[in-house]
């Protein structure tokens, strides 16, 4: 199993991004997905989870700009960021809870992909 983001990049305060991750591999099951980002001197942050059945969470903090969802498959997951500021500015991470053929459910990680929010 493997998870691969895109959608990153550079964008300025105030635009909006959208991330996206799709996970690969064959007979898997999925519990949850989500999005964690690790800035620079700081811990690594839950942004959004999203449950199989499509349930969103997210942290107080991140509420009202960042939305989460999932395509029919579920195997794909998006990431909605509006009003973008600096301190947004972080390494984004997909994260997925999930279990194939070969192994039971553990946690896997994408490789991560890059915001920078600067003018």
């Known amino acids: 199993v493997d998870l691969v983001e895109s959608g990153g990049g550079l964008v300025q305060p105030g635009g909006s991004m959208r991330l996206a991750c799709t996970v690969s591999g064959t007979d898997f099951m999925i519990n949850n997905m989500g999005w964690y980002r690790h800035a620079p001197g700081k811990q690594r942050e839950m942004v959004a989870l999203?449950?199989?059945?499509?349930?969103?969470t997210y942290p107080a903090s991140g509420k009202g700009r960042f939305t989460i969802s999932q395509d029919s498959t579920k195997s794909t997951i998006y990431l909605q960021m509006n009003d973008l500021n600096p301190e947004d500015t972080a390494l984004y991470l997909c994260y997925g809870h999930i279990k194939d053929k070969d192994n039971g459910w553990l946690i896997y990680w994408g490789l991560g992909t890059q915001v920078t929010v600067s003018s």
């Open positions: 999203i449950s199989n059945n499509g349930l969103p």
